[in-house]
C-alpha cells in the first residue's frame, strides 16, 4: 500500500520531563506525540502498525501550528486544541479517545466514568489500556483520566507528569 509521507519534528517542551518530544502529522492531522523517553523508535513503530511503507521525513516547518499550540498549553495560555487530527486504532479505541476529547479543561473523571461514557460500563480496564494506548496525549488528554477513588493512576508520561498537566489546568489532587 502506497502511503504519503509522515512529517514529524523533534521538539524541547517546557513542562515536560528533559528530552526531545517527536510530534508527528499526516496530511489529516496530528497522528502521534511521544515522551522523551519513547524516542524517534516510538514514531517507527506507529508508522510499521498504521501506515506501513510510508516514509517519515522531519519537517518542523509544517508542524509549526502543532508543536506551538503545545507550547501555548504548557505554559498556561492555551485550554483548548484547533489542530486536525488522524487518530487510527480500533473502533473501540476511538470511541474512548473521542470520549476524553469530550472532558472540559480542569476536569476530571474516573476510568469508571470515561467507560460508562464512551457506552462500555462493564469495559472499565479495556478503557484504561485504550486511554494509554493513546498516540496523543495531552491533545487527547488522557491525562484527566483518574481513579475512582480520586487519585492519579496510569500514565505512560509518568504520575509526575500527570499531577503536573492537572496542575497546569487548575486540578490539585
Avoid at 522523551?36 to 511503507?53: C, I, Q, T, V
Avoid at 494506548?133 to 483518574?146: G, K, L, Q, T, Y
Avoid at 509526575?160 to 497546569?168: F, I, P, S
Amino acid at each position: 500500500m502506497n502511503h504519503p509521507a509522515l512529517r514529524f519534528a523533534s521538539c524541547e517542551l517546557k513542562g515536560i520531563q528533559a528530552g526531545p518530544v517527536f510530534v508527528m502529522a499526516t496530511d489529516q492531522g496530528l497522528c502521534r506525540i511521544t515522551w522523551p523517553d519513547e524516542g524517534y523508535a516510538a514514531l517507527a513503530k506507529w508508522r510499521d502498525r498504521h501506515m506501513p511503507g510510508a516514509a517519515i521525513v522531519e519537517d518542523l516547518e509544517s508542524l509549526r501550528t502543532y508543536v506551538q499550540q503545545l507550547e501555548e498549553y504548557l505554559s498556561g495560555a492555551r485550554s483548548e486544541f484547533a489542530l486536525g487530527l488522524d487518530l487510527r486504532g480500533t473502533p473501540f479505541q476511538l470511541q474512548v479517545w473521542k470520549t476524553l476529547q469530550a472532558i472540559p479543561h480542569g476536569s476530571t473523571i474516573s476510568y469508571t466514568e470515561l467507560a460508562l461514557r464512551a457506552g462500555s460500563p462493564h469495559a472499565v480496564r479495556a478503557v484504561g489500556a485504550a486511554n494509554g494506548s493513546n498516540p496523543v496525549p495531552i491533545v487527547v488528554p488522557c491525562h484527566r483520566a483518574i481513579g475512582k477513588n480520586g487519585k492519579l493512576t496510569g500514565f505512560r508520561g509518568g504520575l509526575e507528569l500527570k499531577d503536573r498537566l492537572l496542575r497546569l489546568e487548575g486540578v490539585a489532587l
